[in-house]
């Protein structure tokens, strides 16, 4: 799990490997959004903070329950890697197949710009 920060002169966005997640953001010296504070609680078990979710978010049962956010084995859970370029992160993830019964190869690709005072 590794944390990368993009920042400008109002927003500082930390992001997180772990689930190509946004951790922090702070904009203008305030802090938006709900995340733990010691970043080690950020991979607690049934804890989705700003995480991606997937493959699938309750649309399927399995054992008599709705998988929620992916289940266990959910984009959340999965260490992506990735580039950092400038004011830009890319978050990359394959999967083979078979995460949460469902097969097939799977690409994602997360992209987190800071333009301005916006982040993308």
């Known amino acids: ?22 951790y922090r953001l702070i904009y203008d010296n305030n802090d938006m959004m709900l995340s733990p504070i010691n970043e080690q609680d950020f ?4 804890v989705f903070y700003n995480k991606t979710i997937g493959r699938v978010t309750g649309r399927i049962k399995k054992d008599n329950k709705i998988i929620l956010h992916g289940g266990p084995h959910g984009l959340c859970h999965q260490e992506f890697n990735y580039v950092k370029k400038d004011n830009k992160v890319i978050f990359t993830y394959v999967s083979l197949g078979d995460e949460s019964s469902n097969e097939g190869t799977l690409r994602i690709k997360v992209t987190y710009t800071l333009i301005d005072n916006e982040l993308i």
């Open 1 to 22: 799990m590794k944390f990368i920060e993009l920042s400008n002169d109002k927003i500082t966005v930390t992001l997180c490997s772990l689930g190509a997640a946004i």
């Open 43 to 46: 991979d607690k078990e049934g």
